[in-house]
């Protein structure tokens, strides 16, 4: 069972910048592909971001690509969430997921953090 456990995220300005942070409890971290994935008021579960176990490969939504950078360090368990050049569309709730296959599907993902809220003011 891995829990994961988020923190940051707040209301910003549009053009602002956040880092949202993901905290592992499995020793064997390094071994799962983490994602990113956003909800917005009304809206389906949307894939953000992914990084395999290794970081070596990444993947963005169209709609984040060059704004945002997901990153992950295996020593400390984490992964991250760089967001820049946010916009009001960015507005929702991100979760962090772990899946033993990376993915950009939400259902493939077994563990997910509990949800931190993003808010982008114009």
């Known amino acids: 069972q891995v829990q994961l456990v988020q923190s940051g995220g707040g209301l910003v300005q549009a053009g602002g910048s956040l880092r949202l942070s993901c905290a592992a409890s499995e020793r064997t971290f390094s071994s799962y592909a983490m994602g990113w994935f956003r909800q917005a008021p009304g809206k389906e579960r949307e894939f953000v971001a992914r990084i395999s176990g290794s970081a070596a490969i990444t993947y963005y939504a169209d709609s984040v690509k060059g704004r945002f950078t997901i990153s992950r360090d295996n020593a400390k368990t984490q992964v991250y969430l760089q967001m820049n050049s946010l916009k009001p569309e960015d507005t929702a709730v991100y979760y962090c997921?772990?899946?033993?296959?990376?993915?950009?599907?939400?259902?493939?993902?077994?563990?997910w953090g509990q949800g931190t809220q993003v808010t982008v003011s114009s």
């Open positions: 997921a772990a899946s033993p296959l990376i993915s950009d599907r939400f259902d493939r993902y077994n563990y």
